[in-house]
C-alpha cells in the first residue's frame, strides 16, 4: 500500500492486444493527463520503447487496469493485463497496482466526445483516457486497489 503522505508521479496503462492507453499524473495536484497510444504486437509492447517513456515520466507507482466482468470473474485478457503489471514492476522495481476498469471504457468514450466537441481530441484516444480515469479513480479510492 502507497504512503499517501507522499508524492507520487503516477503513470498508468490500459492494456490492449494492438494498442495500449497511457496516462500521467501527480498526486499533490491530482492532475490525470492521457498520453499517445501506445502500440503492442499481439500484447507485448516493444519494451525498450516503453521503458525509454517510463524514465521520461520517472513514475513512482504503476496503475494497470484490470479487465473484469461484470460477474466479477477474469478473463484471458485479464491475465495477460496481470503479466504486462508484473513485467513492468520486474523491470523497473516501482510498485505496481491493478485497477478495476469495468465501465472505464463507456466513460473514456463519453470523455472522448467532449473532448471531441471542444476542438481538442483529435490527437486522444478513449484507451489513453481511460487510463487517465484510472489515475483519477485512485485519487478517490486508493486503498480500494491490489497489487
Same mark, same amino acid.
Given at each position: 500500500?502507497?504512503?499517501?503522505?507522499?508524492? #507520487?508521479?503516477?503513470?498508468?496503462?490500459?492494456?490492449?492486444?494492438?494498442?495500449?492507453?497511457?496516462?500521467?499524473?501527480?498526486?499533490?495536484?491530482?492532475?490525470?493527463?492521457?498520453?499517445?497510444?501506445?502500440?503492442?504486437?499481439?500484447?507485448?509492447?516493444?519494451?525498450?520503447?516503453?521503458?525509454?517513456?517510463?524514465?521520461? #515520466?520517472?513514475?513512482?507507482?504503476?496503475?494497470?487496469?484490470?479487465?473484469?466482468?461484470?460477474?466479477?470473474?477474469?478473463?484471458?485478457?485479464?491475465?495477460?493485463?496481470?503479466?504486462?503489471?508484473?513485467?513492468?514492476?520486474?523491470?523497473?522495481?516501482?510498485?505496481?497496482?491493478?485497477?478495476?476498469?469495468?465501465?472505464?471504457?463507456?466513460?473514456?468514450?463519453?470523455?472522448?466526445?467532449? #473532448?471531441?466537441?471542444?476542438?481538442?481530441?483529435?490527437?486522444?484516444?478513449?484507451?489513453?483516457?481511460?487510463?487517465?480515469?484510472?489515475?483519477?479513480?485512485? #485519487?478517490?479510492?486508493?486503498?480500494?486497489?491490489?497489487?
Amino acid at each position: 500500500m502507497p504512503d499517501l503522505s507522499q508524492p #507520487y508521479m503516477i503513470m498508468a496503462f490500459d492494456f490492449g492486444t494492438q494498442k495500449m492507453g497511457m496516462a500521467v499524473g501527480q498526486s499533490m495536484i491530482e492532475s490525470a493527463n492521457p498520453l499517445a497510444l501506445f502500440p503492442m504486437k499481439d500484447g507485448i509492447p516493444n519494451w525498450d520503447e516503453l521503458l525509454k517513456i517510463v524514465k521520461q #515520466y520517472q513514475p513512482t507507482l504503476f496503475l494497470v487496469g484490470l479487465p473484469l466482468n461484470m460477474d466479477d470473474t477474469e478473463s484471458e485478457l485479464s491475465a495477460r493485463s496481470r503479466k504486462l503489471a508484473c513485467r513492468l514492476r520486474h523491470q523497473t522495481n516501482i510498485e505496481t497496482l491493478m485497477v478495476d476498469e469495468r465501465l472505464t471504457t463507456r466513460e473514456a468514450r463519453d470523455e472522448l466526445d467532449h #473532448y471531441q466537441a471542444q476542438g481538442r481530441g483529435k490527437k486522444l484516444a478513449a484507451d489513453s483516457i481511460a487510463a487517465a480515469l484510472f489515475i483519477e479513480s485512485w #485519487y478517490r479510492t486508493p486503498e480500494g486497489l491490489t497489487p
